[in-house]
T-cell receptor, first 113, second 112 residues
Framework: DAGITQSPRHKVTETGTPVTLRCHQT?????MYWYRQDPGHGLRLIHY???????DKGEVSDGYSVSRSKTEDFLLTLESATSSQTSVYFC????????????FGDGTRLSIL | KQEVTQIPAALSVPEGENLVLNCSFT??????LQWFRQDPGKGLTSLLL?????REQTSGRLNASLDKSSGRSTLYIAASQPGDSATYLC???????????FGKGTKLSVIP
């Protein structure tokens, strides 16, 4: 299995609180991604990173920010959580942008009450 | 905007059957197509990746085909086993894009 660790695995919090999810990889892959998975929508890209300090927005980036200060860590922050951000969040890594697959972590189940 | 559709949403088959899962996409300008498996409460496991220039890829009992011009891919599973029960997801990467666009998946149940 690809060396990807997401933390926490489960979190329950209240509306308006800040939340940070962490993705840690041991593969030294350049590209990292954050997705959310919701019933009826499938997986959707939130943000991605193509190197240290290099990030860009995906399809559903509103309300989220990211940071990548070192190769192995990619953080997703909800500055002020809302109930619509209740979801399962997945991190993925990819070695290069050629025909190489993305590999996924086991996800973080986030509930915002 | 690329859209990816997987039909059926759920499929139940007896053990030992060969089966085909379908994936269609609206924009044929793709870089590659990837098939994943997702077990309940788990992340996605990459099964096969087909480059836009390829027609098929095989891994063990799995064979994925790609017809880019018609916007279709199939995942063929031979001699299905109960351990194959999972949700199968298809994802397309557009030409010149970082982004994967996912289908909503087909939930497969293989009955012993």
């Amino acid at each position: 299995d690809a060396g990807i660790t997401q933390s926490p695995r489960h979190k329950v919090t209240e509306t308006g609180t800040p939340v940070t999810l962490r993705c840690h990889q041991t593969e030294n892959h350049r590209y990292m991604y954050w997705y959310r998975q919701d019933p009826g929508h499938g997986l959707r890209l939130i943000h991605y990173s193509y190197g240290v300090k290099d990030t860009d927005k995906g399809e559903v980036s509103d309300g989220y920010s990211v940071s990548r200060s070192k190769t192995e860590d990619f953080l997703l922050t909800l500055e002020s959580a809302t109930s619509s951000q209740t979801s399962v969040y997945f991190c993925a890594i990819q070695q290069g942008l050629g025909n190489q697959p993305q590999h996924f972590g086991d996800g973080t189940r986030l509930s915002i009450l | 905007k690329q859209e990816v559709t997987q039909i059926p949403a759920a499929l139940s088959v007896p053990e030992g059957e060969n089966l085909v899962l379908n994936c269609s996409f609206t924009d044929s300008a793709i870089y590659n197509l990837q098939w994943f498996r997702q077990d309940p409460g788990k992340g996605l496991t990459s099964l096969l990746l087909i480059q836009s220039s390829q027609r098929e890829q095989t891994s063990g009992r799995l064979n994925a085909s790609l017809d880019k011009s018609s916007g279709r891919s199939t995942l063929y599973i031979a001699a299905s086993q109960p351990g194959d029960s999972a949700t199968y997801l298809c994802a397309v990467r557009g030409a010149g894009s970082y982004q994967l666009t996912f289908g909503k998946g087909t939930k497969l149940s293989v009955i012993p």
